[in-house]
C-alpha cells in the first residue's frame, strides 16, 4: 500500500523506507507512541489501548514524498499525549469535544493534518460544523484557528496544523447552537439565560415579528461553557417581541 493511500486514508500510521533486510528485529516504521523499545523482546513497549481515540496523521511536512526517493520514514517525527504517555494529559473525546495535544521530536516545527479517529463519543454527523483552535501546551496561547465540517463520513481533517517540539493543543468544538434555559420577569425587565460554548461570543437579539429584521440589544457576550445571563432593561414596558441568541467566532 502506497504512503499517498495511507494518507488518503486519514488513519493513524507509519512507516519508514531502509535499505535492509528485514529481521525479525525490524519492526521499524510504527508511530512513536506505539513503537517498540530497544529490548530484544519484539513490541516489548508497544501499548496501545483500543477504547481511547488516537490521531489519523496525514501529509506531514517532515514525510518523504509518495512514492519515496530516499531512505527515511512517514509520521516518524510526531508524538500525541495518550493515557500511556501523558505529557499533556490523555486525550479528550466527547460528544461535542475532541482535543489532544502533539509535538515534535526532531527539534523542528512541523504541519500535519489531524482527524480524530477511534473516538468512543466525538462522532458529529455528516454536515456538522465544529470550530477548532491550536493553542501552545506552554501557556495556552492560541497558534491557529478554523472551523471546519464532517464529511458524508462524519470525519473531520483539520489540514496544516502547526505542531512544534514545545507541544501544540487541538481542541475541536462542535458549534451547538445556544438555548434558552431560562426567562424572568423583574419589574419591568426580562432577564434571559442561554447556553454558550467556550471560544464562541453572542449577541441577544429581539424582533417585533419573526419575519421582522433582528436588532442586537446586548454587547458581544463570551462564551464560558456555561450559562450566559442577559438583562433586557424595560422589555415588559414595550410591545411585544421576539428574542434569540446568534452565535458567533
Given at each position: 500500500?502506497?504512503?499517498?493511500t495511507?494518507?488518503a486514508?486519514?488513519?493513524c500510521?507509519g512507516?519508514?523506507?531502509?535499505?535492509?533486510?528485514?529481521?525479525?528485529l525490524?519492526?521499524n516504521g510504527?508511530p512513536?507512541?506505539?513503537?517498540?523499545?530497544?529490548?530484544?523482546?519484539p513490541?516489548a513497549?508497544?501499548?496501545a489501548?483500543?477504547?481511547?481515540t488516537?490521531?489519523?496523521l496525514?501529509?506531514?511536512?517532515?514525510?518523504?514524498?509518495?512514492p519515496?526517493?530516499?531512505?527515511?520514514?512517514?509520521?516518524?517525527?510526531l508524538?500525541?499525549?495518550?493515557?500511556?504517555e501523558?505529557?499533556?494529559?490523555?486525550?479528550?473525546?466527547?460528544p461535542?469535544?475532541?482535543?489532544?495535544?502533539l509535538r515534535?521530536?526532531?527539534?523542528g516545527?512541523h504541519?500535519?493534518?489531524?482527524?480524530?479517529?477511534r473516538?468512543?463519543?466525538?462522532h458529529?454527523a455528516?454536515?456538522t460544523?465544529a470550530r477548532w483552535?491550536?493553542?501552545?501546551?506552554?501557556?495556552?496561547?492560541?497558534?491557529?484557528s478554523?472551523?471546519?465540517s464532517?464529511?458524508?463520513?462524519?470525519?473531520?481533517t483539520?489540514?496544516?496544523?502547526?505542531?512544534?517540539?514545545?507541544?501544540?493543543?487541538?481542541?475541536?468544538e462542535?458549534?451547538?447552537?445556544p438555548?434558552f434555559?431560562?426567562?424572568r420577569?423583574?419589574g419591568?425587565?426580562l432577564?434571559?439565560t442561554?447556553?454558550?460554548?467556550?471560544g464562541?461570543?453572542?449577541?441577544?437579539?429581539?424582533?417585533?415579528?419573526?419575519?421582522?429584521?433582528w436588532?442586537?440589544?446586548s454587547a458581544?457576550?463570551?462564551?464560558?461553557?456555561?450559562?450566559?445571563?442577559?438583562?433586557?432593561?424595560?422589555?415588559l414596558?414595550?410591545?411585544?417581541g421576539f428574542?434569540?441568541?446568534?452565535q458567533?467566532p
Amino acid at each position: 500500500m502506497s504512503a499517498a493511500t495511507l494518507n488518503a486514508s486519514r488513519r493513524c500510521w507509519g512507516g519508514v523506507i531502509t535499505e535492509a533486510e528485514h529481521s525479525w528485529l525490524g519492526f521499524n516504521g510504527l508511530p512513536p507512541n506505539i513503537a517498540p523499545n530497544s529490548s530484544l523482546q519484539p513490541f516489548a513497549a508497544f501499548q496501545a489501548v483500543r477504547t481511547e481515540t488516537v490521531p489519523g496523521l496525514s501529509r506531514a511536512s517532515g514525510n518523504l514524498p509518495s512514492p519515496p526517493t530516499q531512505t527515511g520514514g512517514y509520521n516518524q517525527n510526531l508524538a500525541w499525549s495518550a493515557s500511556w504517555e501523558a505529557w499533556d494529559g490523555p486525550p479528550q473525546d466527547t460528544p461535542t469535544l475532541w482535543q489532544m495535544s502533539l509535538r515534535a521530536l526532531d527539534g523542528g516545527t512541523h504541519t500535519v493534518d489531524v482527524t480524530p479517529r477511534r473516538a468512543q463519543q466525538f462522532h458529529p454527523a455528516p454536515g456538522t460544523k465544529a470550530r477548532w483552535r491550536n493553542l501552545r501546551v506552554s501557556d495556552g496561547s492560541e497558534v491557529q484557528s478554523g472551523t471546519v465540517s464532517a464529511d458524508v463520513f462524519g470525519l473531520m481533517t483539520v489540514t496544516n496544523l502547526t505542531v512544534s517540539p514545545a507541544g501544540n493543543r487541538l481542541r475541536l468544538e462542535l458549534e451547538t447552537p445556544p438555548q434558552f434555559t431560562s426567562t424572568r420577569a423583574l419589574g419591568p425587565d426580562l432577564r434571559l439565560t442561554f447556553t454558550t460554548v467556550s471560544g464562541m461570543h453572542y449577541f441577544v437579539q429581539r424582533s417585533p415579528g419573526i419575519t421582522s429584521p433582528w436588532t442586537n440589544i446586548s454587547a458581544r457576550l463570551p462564551g464560558t461553557n456555561g450559562e450566559a445571563v442577559f438583562t433586557h432593561a424595560g422589555a415588559l414596558t414595550n410591545p411585544s417581541g421576539f428574542y434569540r441568541v446568534l452565535q458567533v467566532p
